[in-house]
């Protein structure tokens, strides 16, 4: 073989090499919406006491911020954001 043609070969086999030793990525966390229609057993819309005691690491009234004995989506996403990790 030609010295191009071997310099060539040899560039594209480490760059499959290189690329073999990559990780995958992590799988994608469930979306919030998911994880709230899942716990949204009824399909009421809202997830009430009976449905989950906690979310998060939040009792149940402390996530009802309007007491309406009812969780909203909106009252959902916000006590998960306050107990996620921060990002970094």
């Not at 990559?22 to 919406?33: F, G, N, W």
């Amino acid at each position: 073989m030609k010295p191009l043609a071997l310099a060539t070969l040899a560039a594209m086999s480490v760059g499959l090499l290189g690329a073999c030793d990559q990780r995958p990525e992590r799988p994608a966390q469930p979306s919030l919406l998911t994880t709230f229609d899942k716990a949204d057993v009824n399909k009421d819309g809202v997830i009430e006491q009976h449905e989950a005691t906690s979310i998060g690491d939040r009792q149940f009234a402390d996530v009802d911020t309007d007491d309406n004995q009812a969780v909203s989506f909106d009252e959902f996403e916000v006590a998960l954001q306050d107990t996620a990790p921060p990002r970094g």
